[in-house]
């Protein structure tokens, strides 16, 4: 079944007001934020996991890009803590858990195919530059190529900004808060727009701080 499968429509959610579902594996949850039901099962959401729980050895033919948002995660290529950026491109293959327990934001199969560039960042360690076109907005690069622009910005507190989301854009509030299109963003609060779309946002008292993927959306994978 689809959940909001049509990127031609704007989309907010808090994800922290969605319920948790049961995975295939015990111990592992789930809050599904868009989801494609196809052969690649094209997928955004957040996933807990129990302490002790894991998921059986695999591949992803599609590549996988996480974030943790809380706990530890662990896999065959370390142990990642709270604001850890993972990407795993197709082809990559590791045995996921978590001994103590986590919650990770998670995008599957949405990576283009030839694509084989690994990335383990700390955010919490990432240095970050002013944007001189924007007042009030600092910016922590995660990665670049034709396809797509993801990284974390820092916006200012009472501080109005505006984004170019032409090649549409996702948004993950990691904390703070902001206002767009009458919606209260706040944290782990989840934002899609589609192409051509023009933001204009406000923060507020504590500013906010903001994972962006920019530019995907012209010609989404497996959507």
């Known amino acids: 079944m689809d959940v909001n499968g049509d990127f031609s429509k704007r989309v907010m959610l808090h994800s922290d007001s969605i319920e948790w579902e049961d995975s295939p594996m015990q111990g592992v949850d789930r809050r599904r934020l868009d989801r494609i039901d196809n052969k690649a099962d094209r997928v955004t959401t957040i996933v807990r996991y129990a302490p002790e729980s894991s998921f059986s050895p695999h591949t992803h033919t599609g590549g996988e890009e996480f974030i943790v948002l809380e706990g530890v995660f662990e896999d065959d290529y370390g142990n990642w803590p709270t604001g850890s950026y ?103 609060s989840w934002l899609r727009v589609p192409v051509n779309t023009t933001l204009k946002v406000k923060t507020g008292n504590e500013g906010a701080k903001v994972w962006i993927k920019s530019g995907h959306l012209l010609s989404p994978v497996n959507a």
């Open 86 to 188: 993972i990407r795993n491109p197709p082809t990559s293959k590791h045995k996921p858990g978590s001994k103590d327990g986590c919650v990770i934001f998670v995008k599957l199969s949405q990576f283009q195919q030839d694509d084989r560039t690994f990335i383990h960042a700390d955010i919490n360690k990432l240095g970050s530059v002013s944007d001189a076109e924007r007042h009030g907005v600092k910016v922590s690069p995660l990665f670049k190529d034709e396809h797509e622009d993801v990284r974390i910005e820092y916006w200012q507190a009472n501080t109005k900004i505006e984004i170019d989301a032409s090649g549409g854009a996702e948004f993950l509030v990691l904390d703070g808060g902001f206002t767009e299109s009458d919606d209260d963003l706040r944290k782990e």
